[in-house]
Structure formats: C-alpha cells, structure tokens
C-alpha cells in the first residue's frame, strides 16, 4: 500500500509555469511506476504521462509533449510533474497515481487527493 499526496496546484497566466510533486509514503517508492492523469470541469479522467519504475522512461499523451515533463527522486519518494507553456485548456485538477508494473500506461492502482491547476487567459 502507498499514500500519494500532490501539492504545488494554484493559478497561473497562460504561458506560464507550475511545477507538481507527489509524494509518496508507505511501501518502497521505486517499486511503483509513477503516472499523472488530470480531470476537467465536465469531463472524464484523462492520462497525462507517466514515468516507469524500471528505467525512468516516461510517456507523454500528444497535447502536453514538449510542454510537460515527468521526472522522480526515489530517494526523496517524489515525483515531479514541471508544465511549461500553460494553456487554459491545461485548467483541472491533476492527480498521481501509482502502479506495481514496469508499464506506464493504465490502469493506476493508487491515488491522490488531486490538486487544482487553474490556467488563465
């Protein structure tokens, strides 16, 4: 079992730049493949990236590549979500997830409480 806890959400302009942690208690964090998926107002839960336990490769869905950036200190049990180039599509509120699998992809067994990132125009 695992705890998740994301913090670093708020407001930011357009273009603009936040980064999100989530850290992680409990069991070993570098036995989880970590993920971050975000929910908009209206709209379901969509898989944003995700970095695997084995060798750190991470995965980006199309709309955020070049623009967001996934990255984990096992020894700090942290992983980090940098966005750059924030859009006011980007507004939601974004959770971590974690899973025991080398496979970055869904499905996530564990997850945060999910912190509020509201982009502005």
């Known amino acids: 079992q695992v705890q998740l806890v994301e913090s670093g959400g708020g407001l930011v302009q357009a273009g603009g730049s936040l980064t999100l942690s989530c850290t992680a208690s409990g069991r070993t964090f570098s036995s989880y493949t970590m993920g971050w998926f975000r929910q908009a107002p209206g709209k379901e839960r969509e898989f944003v990236g995700g970095i695997s336990r084995r060798d750190s490769r991470t995965y980006y869905r199309d709309s955020v590549k070049g623009r967001f950036a996934i990255s984990r200190d096992n020894a700090k049990n942290t992983v980090y979500l940098q966005m750059n180039s924030l859009k006011p599509e980007d507004t939601a509120v974004y959770y971590c997830?974690?899973?025991?699998?080398?496979?970055?992809?869904?499905?996530?067994?564990?997850w945060g409480q999910g912190t509020q990132v509201t982009v502005s125009t």
């Open positions: 997830a974690a899973r025991i699998s080398d496979l970055v992809f869904p499905p996530y067994s564990y």
